[in-house]
């Protein structure tokens, strides 16, 4: 078996077989649609329900990207400046772990009375998340500098600034890949958890609202799709950062090359 | 040529001049008794020592990466540089490339981190020619073995054409067989172009087949504890390796660095 057939289409094959027992089972002990839906039924329910189920998942998407993308901003922001200064990254530090080791379910309530824009609110709660990696990585990463090559830029006079863009971003950035893969998941999971907090207030329409009402309504084939389309949402998101790892190490770093050769 | 026998030249003009410089750390440890030490033009000046006597130390004061904590280092005292560019350049004990960029751009780094730097693409192309690396410009540094990522590194200190070589260790973590090549190397190149060399090794035999001159460091506090002139022509080569005159240098330097390390451990 090649590596390829074993990477793809061993998981491939659980899933598949997995799906069929499920089928089965449901079929065989004619277990009511309330409680457990066939794989088959979710599956039609993800297509007529799809208008509905699709601008869900946009939403949520939506608040995702916007907060990895404000994590990687301010997550990096904070990490150069950590790194400019040890009295800073000393006196902030804590506080970044504070928001971390906090559940965002315990927040989140707050966020969402103070900022008055829903969608702002959740993308806030989701940022929150999301950026203890970033910060925490990009900080490591941008200290994880061969200190030869340290001396010799001091060596040859190099500024604070060419220091910085020659050598500190470029050693930082495996770190700062693994953590933006680690991130993604978590904004994911910060958008769905505010959701579900803000979705007792009856204004969002992400996927995690759909959740919550369809539990409601005992309309377990709906929530089965949603699931279905969130954990998907991840999967892809995981699959895109590891592709972004690749393009960018690729050339060089032991992580990535060793799997080509 | 002419730079064939610089052993005993105290005419020509001084390169580095060390004058009763100290080291002790922040933590109390003393890593330089005051040492004095003059390298003039043209010189291969090797410190040999055992582990932790301080030569790196030494190397590190003269590249000004540490201060001293008493004395002065100087690099040429009496004025410019009469020959070459006066640029110091330092090739460190590990290659330490940029792992990110290919061959081409890690000798480029220097040129790089200099403003306006002239015939950046020229000078690279003959540094990487004196290492005999043209062909492997666009590697990486991952695709290179040790010997050749040493080259790497020897080209890019050649790129700013300097005067004052610094070499601290360089070959200590190759192979013999390897060694002995870049050690071959070494010898043309200081013979071709117009350097002063100060060296470190733990190696009498490279030490011994490289320099003009050794110093035979002891340890605790680091100070100079004797000075062999190797007054052989250059440019030397296996046949100078299988000499009697190489074999009595080489049993010369190991009496001494024992006896160095003797009076250092006695303390």
Known sequence: MSRATLRYGAPFLVGLVVLALWQALVTAYDVPSYLVPSPALIGRTLITDWPLLSRSLAFTLEITLLALAGAVALGVALAFVFVQSRVVEASLFPYAVLLQVTPIVAIAPLIIIWVADTRAALVLCATIVAIFPIISNSTLGLRSVDPGLLDLFRLHRASRWQTLLRLRIPSALPYFFAGLRVSAGLALIGAVVAEFVAGTGGTASGLAYQILLSGLQLNVPRLFAALFLIALAGIVLSTLTAWAAKLALRHWHESEVAADE | ?267
């Open chain 2, 1 to 267: 040529m002419a730079a064939a026998r610089p052993g005993h030249v105290t005419d020509r003009p001084l390169v580095v001049e060390i004058d009763g410089a100290e080291k002790v750390f922040e933590n109390g440890l003393r890593a330089l008794a005051p040492i004095s030490l003059a390298v003039r033009e043209r010189e291969f000046a090797t410190i040999i020592g055992p582990s932790g006597c301080g030569k790196s130390t030494l190397l590190r004061l003269v590249a000004s990466l540490a201060t001293p904590t008493a004395g002065s280092v100087r690099l040429w005292p009496q004025g410019a540089a009469a020959r070459g560019s006066g640029r110091v350049a330092f090739v460190f004990q590990s290659p330490t490339l940029m792992a990110w960029a290919d061959v081409e751009a890690n000798v480029r780094l220097p040129l790089d981190l200099e403003d306006g730097a002239a015939d950046r693409a020229g000078r690279v192309d003959r540094a990487l020619s004196l290492v005999g690396l043209e062909e492997f410009r666009a590697a990486h540094p991952r695709q290179l073995s040790g010997g050749m990522q040493m080259r790497v590194s020897i080209a890019r200190a050649l790129v700013t054409e300097p005067s004052l070589l610094l070499m601290d260790e360089p070959f200590g973590a190759l192979d013999e067989i390897t060694r002995a090549r870049l050690d071959r190397e070494l010898a043309d190149l200081w013979t071709r172009e117009a350097l002063t060399i100060l060296f470190v090794t733990h190696s009498i035999y490279e030490a011994a087949f490289l320099s003009t001159r050794v110093l035979v460091m002891s340890s605790r506090p680091g100070r100079i504890f004797a000075e062999v002139a190797i007054d052989a022509p250059h440019p030397r080569d296996e046949a100078f390796r299988g000499s009697e005159r190489y074999a009595g240098y080489c049993a010369k330097l190991t009496d001494l660095l024992s006896a160095a390390a003797d009076s250092g451990s006695a303390k």
